[in-house]
Nanobody
Framework: VQLVESGGGLVQAGGSLRLSCAAS????????VGWFRQAPGKERAFVAA????????DYADSVKGRFTISRDNAKNTVYLQMNNLKPEDTAVYYC??????????????????WGQGTQVTVSS
């Protein structure tokens, strides 16, 4: 079972990126899938999460109105659309999955399965 992120890169402030998180070896079913980010010298922080079954969503206050999390059932993939990016969004972004029975988890310790991370760099 693996989570594979893609879509990171270098973008100017105000630009957009879309991150993808694809699961191989299993299907998201009763899971919650979250995005977290970690900047140098900082702890891993919650960004957004979505429940696979019901599509409930939650966002960190710092990204509300700019980021959108979504899922594609057919592709077994979760996306994070990031608009109006700011330099403070620069970090390694990780996706994570947990069995949650419809609950949203916002803390990293509740997620047992993680991807390898993808770097997002926003220049000013």
């Amino acid at each position: 079972v693996q989570l594979v992120e893609s879509g990171g890169g270098l973008v100017q402030a105000g630009g957009s990126l879309r991150l993808s998180c694809a699961a191989s070896g299993r299907a998201f079913s009763s899971d919650v899938v979250g995005w977290f980010r970690q900047a140098p010298g900082k702890e891993r922080a919650f960004v957004a999460a979505i429940t696979w079954g019901g599509g409930a969503r939650d966002y960190a206050d710092s990204v509300k109105g700019r980021f959108t999390i979504s899922r594609d059932n057919a592709k077994n993939t979760v996306y994070l659309q990031m608009n109006n990016l700011k330099p403070e969004d620069t970090a390694v972004y990780y996706c994570a999955a947990a069995s949650s029975r419809g609950l949203i988890f916002t803390t990293a310790v509740t997620y047992p399965l993680w991807g390898q991370g993808t770097q997002v760099t926003v220049s000013s």
